[in-house]
């Protein structure tokens, strides 16, 4: 299938809004979310349906502009032109191109796509993808007191950020075709509401045969719904200004079964979902509030500068054992000299299949001299290869030491979670067990100057390919034998 065919499907809404409900469905009637999950949890025992590579390339993205799923005020005015998109950007194009273009319908689904989705939306133009867009609203009174339950957050905070998701999604999607639905349409009337949300986009997007959506139907639960807005919360934050933004949106969600469109009547407008002239209003409106969120959003940045390890260790958490991660372990100067400090350490996501270069600044590399910087290049099964490992300058960029060949690669120690495949072109290798490690020679002629370490890795998930090295090799000794 050509890739401007309009057969891809986004969904948006705040955290705890009812997206991991929707794309359930979604995923029931024929929408294609990808092969790999980031795992359910108790918070969401149903599963959330967000492609795990995708999640990690968000996660880490919003790492680098020093925000977070968390952060209430918007991104930096300038953070298009980044680095860290630049490259996020090439490892989305990278995925939506191997693992998505060519499918009948296809669809992605993170909270954080709304505070990211003018990025998405220049891949989807360098691509020639008309995507689109189901936008799921949940009163900000459920949202806070999920929200209280699973992250101890307060009220304030869950309502501001309640409306930034919102407020980013309605601008990011306001010249594509769309959909809002509410959380309380999709559990009280679903199989309604995806006929309507169907002809919103010309009836041929979603399969919503009989048996597809008697499927939907036995997903759907009320034991979906664990926070209703009259519980006593309500009485201890002032909810009127996020409830009256909740109610403007209620009235643009898309009818459902018993007010569905008329195919013969409104065809034209249930095929071309452009914003009318009433959604104008919601538009114009909401520009104060962006004002206010950029502020907020600076102040914030500046908070986190000091606190980038603690949430990368938090984004990896929930997923460390699915996410690709490379880590860089060294020692802490206030530590005994043959002790090395896991909890000092640098993680980078990987992408898999996916050249990544790593540059990361040595704190106190003058230890270097005496101890053998540790390197795990994955955190699970996979097979790697490292093009070159160097030490350089940080300050004159000249090198320090290098690994580039089979006689430099020879120097690197590796434990037993790692088969070397080969040294010849790039340091090839299996990792065979959970915690693979690769260790540096001692550097004793190190000078005291700033060290940075540089790298270039590619990682794929599982040991496809060993078994063939493992009959190659017998059958060499087999040869040598004779």
Known sequence: MASDVNNVVVILGMQRSGTSALAGCLKLLGVDLGDLFVPADPNNPYGFFEHLDLYAIHENLLLSLGSSWDTVGTLPHDWLSSA?????????????????????VWGIKDPRICRILPLWSLLFKKLSIQPNYIFIVRDPIEVALSLDKRNKMDAA???????????EAIQGMKNAPYAIVTYDQLLSDPIGLFQSINKRFGNSLLNTSE????????????RLKHNHAKQAFEKTFDFTPYSALYALLQQRAILSRERVFSTDQNKDACAQSTPSQDDAIIFESISIAQDMLSVIGTYEREARKQHHLERVQHALAANSAKVLVFQVYYPTPTEPEAIIEEKNFYAEYLIPEDWKKIEIDIPRPQRLRKE???????????????MALDLINSFSGETLW??????????????SDVIISSLENAFSFFAIGMDP????????ELPDVPVRLRTWIKVSRGLHSLPMMVKQLIYKNEILKL
């Open 437 to 444: 490690q690769l260790h540096l020679p001692l550097f004793p």
């Open 402 to 415: 290098e690994a580039c060949d089979a006689t430099q690669f020879s120097t690197i120690e590796i434990n």
């Open 211 to 222: 048996e597809a959506l008697a499927n939907v139907s036995q997903f759907i639960q009320p």
């Open 157 to 167: 905070k869950s309502c501001l950020l309640w409306a930034a998701h919102n407020i």
């Open 372 to 386: 053998k910087l540790r390197i795990d290049p994955v955190n699970q099964h996979a097979t790697v290869s490292i």
């Open 84 to 104: 860290a998109v630049e490259q996020a950007l090439s490892q989305m194009e990278q995925i939506v191109t191997t693992q998505f273009l060519g499918k009948k």
